[in-house]
């Protein structure tokens, strides 16, 4: 079996804290919002790398500069520019008033190792500091597919005054993504189909069925996207960043990247050691742990946010899902056995009915932010009444999604793309299905089945690699502080791969909050928030193993 190891991150906490905190506070009545969401322990560690105040200076080492595949480092100090790409990172960004701020677009080559080739365009959104600017903030949500566009757009809700007074906030979308020649595969209906199918097979034939939606994706991927669809990888976006860089006219870059964005912050900091300026990567993906290790850690990771929510709506009272812990969570694949026998019939969206698949996604999508622990508590309340509204609402969320069937944005067909791509060259041993069901199983009664079907069926049959050799080592050796955040009971990303990443960097500095829901940054506490808002504006790096 051939997994992926996927980033279950598309939606930031911004997307989920967003929408849910808007219900809660409305009081849960009325019908649900269909407007578009805007997408992202203790240390057990003893370093001492990177710890200690003062200004972060200027890194010292080489500049990087990969391929598509991923090669290391090329020779260079800060701010150097790659040999035949002088045209791309000497260029201007004219930046024009828009919505929420200022926006440009950015030109890249499709293929770096033949810069003469075709072009794209990045779309860029700058919302500008006040007078005391100290440069721009480059931003990236997660995902991969989560759009860095909205993100800058929405960024007042996340991002502290002081921030924001001090850095000129800046989002792009990745290629591939929102409004950068976005991936097309599937159109709405199509979509909706392949969400909805049963992510659980009971027979050879159901297998068959889900397996082939997976290749029927892959097919029309490639139909549709042409020869950016082989040019969508994690190097060749960070290369894009490099040049973004250099456009912004700093020589070494800021940036922040919450969930699949702090592999794109990792990936940077190892190719182009000497460009990292002050770098925060938050809930933190470990980006050597490939295939169905990676994807067991992350599924383990939802089994733990899952019992966290159930622990509460059990101490709550009268919790829909039973009176102990233990029974409570049985009762979710119940709750999903009965939908995958008999969905529940929805007459106010053009799926027309809450499969199991649907379930999944709306139960799995308040794991992100404990704000919608209570919406998703009234969900499941109704499900088992026979409504099936709210926990469709919820699902929607997850896939940035109108209940007239529109999706809003590519954002799913973007991180399997992506994901995919990826994959291709992780030099990852495949598993026999026996033995990964078992893993997946083990690690996660509530969602190992699910998962397990999701991550075999998405990538089996891709159409496209990357050639060359994949990127094994991430120690950015030469490269400035970098302050990797990790959440305990992270369901996307866990709190262990925040740990592994922030040691194997040579300059890793972990801050840990100890609490629920994905990433910290904005949604935790001042511990957290304070810490992050004197390294970026001040040079103040945290203690290493601060624990908030």
Request: glycine share 14%; aromatic share 6%; proline share 5%.
């Amino acid at each position: 079996m051939r997994t992926n190891g996927s980033v279950r991150g598309r939606l930031s906490s911004l997307a989920v804290g967003g929408a849910l905190l808007g219900l809660v506070a409305a009081g849960c009545t009325g019908a649900p919002s269909t407007e578009r969401v805007e997408p992202g322990q203790q240390s057990s560690t003893g370093s001492d790398k990177g710890q200690g105040t003062g200004d972060t200076g200027e890194a010292t080492g080489d500049a990087g500069q990969g391929t598509g595949g991923g090669t290391g480092p090329a020779t260079g100090g800060a701010g150097a520019v790659p040999e035949g790409l002088e045209e791309f990172y000497g260029q201007d960004i004219a930046w024009e008033s828009c919505d929420g701020g200022e926006c440009a677009t950015l030109t890249v080559p499709i293929d770096y190792d033949e810069p003469d080739g075709s072009t794209i365009e990045l779309a860029l959104l700058r919302v500008p500091a006040g007078d005391s600017s100290q440069g721009s903030l480059v931003l990236n949500p997660g995902g991969p597919g989560g759009s860095g566009v909205d993100y800058a757009r929405s960024a007042g809700m996340v991002y502290s005054d002081t921030v924001r007074e001090h850095y000129d906030i800046v989002g792009f979308d990745p290629r591939g993504v929102g409004q950068s020649a976005p991936i097309t595969c599937f159109d709405d209906a199509r979509m909706d189909e392949w969400i909805g199918f049963d992510p659980t097979p009971d027979d050879a034939a159901e297998e068959e069925a889900a397996l082939q939606q997976g290749r029927d994706f892959a097919a029309a991927c490639e139909e549709n996207s042409g020869e950016l669809l082989g040019h969508v990888s994690t190097v060749e976006v960070v290369r894009d960043m490099d040049v973004l860089r250099s456009a912004l006219g700093q020589e070494q870059l800021d940036y922040f990247g919450a969930s699949y964005g702090t592999v794109l912050g990792a990936t940077y900091a190892e190719l182009f050691p000497a460009n990292v300026g002050r770098f925060v990567l938050d809930g933190a993906v470990d980006p050597t742990m490939v295939g169905i290790d990676s994807a067991v850690a992350q599924t383990e990771g939802f089994e733990r946010a899952t019992r966290a929510y159930v622990e509460d709506c059990v101490a709550q009272g009268d919790c829909p899902l039973g009176g102990d812990v233990d029974s409570a969570m049985q009762a979710i694949p119940d709750l999903l056995a009965q939908l995958d026998a008999e969905p529940i019939p929805l007459d106010s969206d053009p799926a027309g009915e809450l499969t199991e698949g649907w379930a999944m996604y709306g139960i799995v999508v308040a794991m992100y932010d404990q704000a919608g622990w209570p919406i998703l508590t009234q969900a499941i309340r109704s499900a088992q009444d026979g409504d099936g509204t709210m926990l469709m609402f919820l699902a929607n969320l997850y896939f940035d999604r109108g209940t007239d069937g529109t999706h809003n944005s590519n954002s799913s067909q973007a991180f399997y793309a992506v994901q995919c791509l990826d994959s291709s060259n992780n030099d990852a041993p495949e598993v026999d299905d026996e033995e990964a069901l078992r893993r997946y199983v083990e690690a996660s009664p509530t969602w190992g089945r699910h998962f397990a079907t999701m991550d075999k069926s998405t990538c089996e049959d891709w159409p496209v690699a990357i050639d060359g050799p994949p990127l094994t080592e991430y120690t950015a050796e030469g490269a400035a502080p970098i302050v990797v955040i990790g959440t305990t009971r992270d369901p996307a990303t866990p709190y262990e791969q925040a740990v592994a990443l922030a040691d194997m960097l040579d300059s890793g500095v972990l801050v840990s909050f100890d609490g629920d829901g994905h990433t910290a940054y904005g949604r935790s506490n001042d511990c957290v928030d304070d810490a992050i808002d004197a390294f970026l504006t001040e040079g103040t790096v945290p203690e290493d193993g601060l624990s908030c």
